[in-house]
Structure formats: structure tokens, C-alpha cells
């Protein structure tokens, strides 16, 4: 009788674990049908930003026509051509040699950010030392970037003289170098008229278009009671190039992934550096086959819709919006958050390019960087695991895609340089992001089948390997400049 109650009693038992057993199977089962959902969700957003090889091709056979119809145009600013190839009026960079005729000292000035400027003077002391003193100054309040020019510049100046009058140069009338991130059209020699043609990087000061960005300069800093002498209007791309050329000459082409994106290079034969402003690209329907609704979404609602298609699709400023987009679609399909948004998800432009750059360059098990962004940015209260993972996945998603885009602009360029050339690269994407840069050059290197042997670089641009090129440069310019 005992014996029967024990038997009993162990199959009870039995069952019971079987029981439980069945319970956190079925949990399990549960669980991971639906991580699967989850994961399955964000892919299909994620699929939606792929571009193949054999589109990439198009891509780079479509921008190189562009290039040849900016060229053809070179003299033509007014007449129409997504990508304009404008001849920047500076000569092919090269390192100095000591019989150059150069200028002692100079400021620089560097306008590209939306939300910062850059001052700096930099004196040349004997054959080989060279003393620089720099510093960032916030662009702020933003209405800067949308107002009159002269407000922007005059803001600009003034955090030029207190700078200069801290060196004791503001009335010394030294040359100053202009790093100015938008399209110009040089119709003289370099130091001449540079003409506005388009603001990008969600600057628009409208009445500014057309005109003389080194005269607006010279009378803001007027204004600000600065003399300055010679002004040579510069691109960011092309001043990348000189830094890389002053140890590098065979250094034919420079790309900038920024807050936008841009690209210049010189030619096999040429003496010059051309700027091709590529951010304007597809503006005539060249890449309408791989606009998303995304894409869409954001062009119709920014500043300038249906210009800089390109830019929109590659430039961390746009990169990071279409992040937020791409988010925002997962978490309408419940599958991240538990499908609940904040304020900060939903504004405009909440995500910045080095959000991502985080992100992407989170390896910690515990998602520590992803996390900071998620919390500290994006206000998502205790994140797990899987919404990390799937926010991170939508940032490789856009990120991959603009390396992928860009790489066939680079292949494009690579044909017009010909010989063994080093790319310089330049950019918080580039510098910042631990992947970036070696996915442009894996892919270019796949587009152009090893046609064109390149070498990728970035440069520090605090070294001041750069400060004898860009004195011999100023140097050159005449008194009065056509």
C-alpha cells in the first residue's frame, strides 16, 4: 500500500515537471516567435534601403555623363547641369619647395557646419617650423542660417576679431582663406568674384544668391572693423586636397562626407582642381529607381525639395533623418519600444550624424553606446536588448547605403584621374565612424575591378602640413583680383 502511494506520488511529480516543462517551452517558443516577428519587421524596412551592384554601375555610368555635361558647361553657370565640375581657380596641389614666394601669416576661416565656425592664424617660422592657433566658435541661434547674409557674416566676423585681436592681427590686413561649404562659381582668377549659387546643409539666406561671397566677406569684416587682405574663397573638398598633397602628391581627389557631402579631384592631364558639387546629383531623375518613401519624406519636407538628391541620400545631416524615419516605420509595426514613441523620436532632425556614428561603433555586449543614444537623445525609457540591436541594424541599414552610393561616385571620378592615385577623405563620417570608410573603398574597388589602383587617406588637419601651400596660394593673388 505505501509502495502504491509512492509510485503514485513520483508520478505526480513527474507530470508536474512536465508540466512545467511544456510552460517554458511554449514561453521560449513564444519569445522567439516573437524576436522573429520583430526582426523580420525591421528587415523588411532595412531591405528597402539596398542598392545591388549592378544598380551601383548605373549609378556610376549616370554620374559620369553628369560630370561630362558639368564640364561642357564649365563657363556656363547659369545654364543647367546636375553636376556643375566648376573649375575652382586653384592650381593642382603640390608640395612647396624653399624658393616659393609665400605669405608669412594668415588667417583661415572655415564656414561648412551648421552649427559652428572655425578661425585660425597660422605663421610660417623659418624653412620648416609653423606655428597655428585655432577655434571653434558656435554658429548660434539657428536662425543665422535661414535670415539675411549680412547678419550671418557679420555674426561670423565678429567672432573673427575677437580672435584676431587676441593675436594682435585685426588690423594687420594678413590674407585670409575661406573655407566655404557651398557651391561657388569662380568666373576670374583665384582671389576674384566667387558667386553664391546655391545655399545647401539647411543654410538659406536668400538674398545672398548670386552674389560675391568674398565682397559680402570683406564688407562684414568691415563692419566688424577687421582688415583683411587678399580672400580666397575655398572649397572644403579642395582644402582637404591640399592637406593631403603636402606629403602625398600623387593625391588627384578628395571626398567630404559631412553635414553634406562633396567631391573634387584633377583630372589625368589637368592643372587645376575641379569641383564637382556631385551633392546636386540626381535632381534629374538619375536615382529616382532608388528613392524610398523615406526619401521621399524627407526631400518634400526640407528646405530645398528636389534639390541635392544625392547629398540627401549620403550626408550624415540626412543620414540620421532618415534613422529617425526608418525608426519610426519599426515602431508603428510594433516591433520595437512596444511600439510606443516620444516627443524627441518624432521632432524633426532630433538625430545627429554622430548619434549614429556611436551607434554603429557600439561593441560592448551590454549596448552601452547604443543605450546613451536611445536614453539620452531619443528620451526611449529602459530599451532592451532587441531594441538595440534593431536600432542599431536600421542605422548599418542607412549608413551601408551611403557608403555603397558614394563609392559609385568615387569609381566615376577614379576614371578621370587615371594613374595610381591616392583619395583623400575627409568628414566626421569618415574620421568618426569606425566602418565607413572601409566599406567605401571595398566597394569601389569592386566597381572599378581594380582598373584604377587607389589609396584612401584621411588627414589632421591640425598638423599644418598644409600652411605652405596654402601660403604660397595667397600669395599669388593679385592686389585686385578680376
Not at 598633397?245 to 589637368?270: H, I, K, M, Q, W
Not at 550624415?316 to 516591433?335: F, K, T
Not at 572599378?448 to 593673388?477: E, N, P, W, Y
Request: aromatic share 8%.
Amino acid at each position: 500500500m505505501l509502495s502504491s502511494f509512492s509510485a503514485t506520488q513520483n508520478l505526480c511529480h513527474v507530470l508536474g515537471h512536465l508540466r512545467n516543462f511544456r510552460r517554458l517551452t511554449s514561453n521560449f517558443t513564444s519569445n522567439y516567435l516573437e524576436m522573429f516577428r520583430m526582426r523580420l519587421n525591421a528587415e523588411q524596412v532595412g531591405r528597402k534601403f539596398e542598392v545591388s551592384d549592378d544598380e551601383l554601375t548605373v549609378v556610376t555610368r549616370r554620374m559620369s555623363d553628369a560630370m561630362d555635361a558639368g564640364l561642357w558647361r564649365n563657363g556656363q553657370p547659369e545654364t543647367l547641369a546636375t553636376i556643375r565640375c566648376w573649375d575652382t581657380r586653384v592650381p593642382r596641389p603640390s608640395p612647396p619647395s624653399d624658393t616659393d614666394a609665400v605669405v608669412n601669416k594668415f588667417l583661415s576661416l572655415d564656414l561648412c557646419h551648421g552649427d559652428r565656425f572655425r578661425t585660425q592664424l597660422t605663421t610660417l617660422q623659418g624653412a620648416n617650423d609653423v606655428w597655428i592657433r585655432s577655434r571653434d566658435h558656435p554658429l548660434t541661434p539657428s536662425t543665422l542660417m535661414t535670415g539675411k547674409v549680412a547678419n550671418l557674416f557679420d555674426h561670423v566676423a565678429s567672432g573673427l576679431a575677437e580672435f584676431a585681436d587676441e593675436f594682435h592681427v585685426r588690423q594687420a590686413g594678413v590674407p585670409l582663406a575661406l573655407t566655404f561649404g557651398f557651391p561657388v562659381w569662380h568666373s576670374g582668377t583665384l582671389g576674384g568674384t566667387a558667386s553664391l549659387c546655391r545655399w545647401t546643409k539647411g543654410f538659406d539666406c536668400a538674398d545672398a544668391m548670386s552674389r560675391d561671397v568674398a565682397a559680402e566677406w570683406r564688407a562684414a569684416a568691415a563692419r566688424a572693423d577687421v582688415v583683411v587682405g587678399p580672400v580666397a574663397v575655398l572649397n572644403d573638398a579642395c582644402v582637404a586636397m591640399i592637406h593631403s598633397a603636402a606629403d602625398r602628391p600623387d593625391t588627384r581627389a578628395a571626398l567630404v562626407v559631412d553635414d553634406g557631402c562633396n567631391c573634387c579631384y584633377v583630372s589625368e592631364f589637368g592643372r587645376t582642381v575641379i569641383n564637382t558639387e556631385w551633392g546636386a546629383f540626381g535632381e534629374d531623375g538619375a536615382l529616382d529607381h532608388l528613392l524610398t518613401e523615406y526619401d521621399h519624406r524627407l526631400d518634400s519636407l526640407s528646405q530645398n525639395p528636389g534639390k541635392q538628391i544625392y547629398e540627401k541620400m549620403t550626408s550624415g545631416m540626412y543620414m540620421a533623418e532618415l534613422v529617425r524615419e526608418a525608426v519610426l516605420e519599426i515602431v508603428s509595426n510594433q516591433a520595437m519600444f512596444e511600439g510606443r514613441t516620444t516627443t524627441a523620436m518624432n521632432t524633426e532632425y532630433a538625430l545627429k550624424a554622430k548619434h549614429l556614428w556611436l551607434v554603429e561603433s557600439d561593441r560592448s555586449p551590454s549596448y552601452d553606446g547604443v543605450r546613451a543614444v536611445l536614453t539620452g537623445v531619443l528620451n526611449v525609457t529602459d530599451p532592451s536588448d532587441m531594441d538595440c540591436e534593431l536600432f542599431r541594424y536600421a542605422c548599418r541599414c542607412v549608413t551601408r547605403r551611403s557608403a555603397n552610393l558614394i563609392a559609385a561616385g568615387l569609381s566615376a571620378v577614379l576614371k578621370r584621374t587615371g594613374l595610381p592615385v591616392t583619395v583623400v577623405m575627409d568628414g566626421s563620417a569618415f574620421k568618426t565612424h569606425s566602418e565607413y570608410a572601409l566599406a567605401v573603398g571595398h566597394k569601389a574597388r569592386q566597381l572599378t575591378r581594380q582598373q584604377t589602383k587607389f589609396t584612401l587617406r584621411t588627414v589632421d588637419h591640425t598638423q599644418g602640413q598644409d600652411a605652405r601651400i596654402v601660403a604660397r596660394m595667397l600669395a599669388t593673388i593679385p592686389v585686385n583680383p578680376a
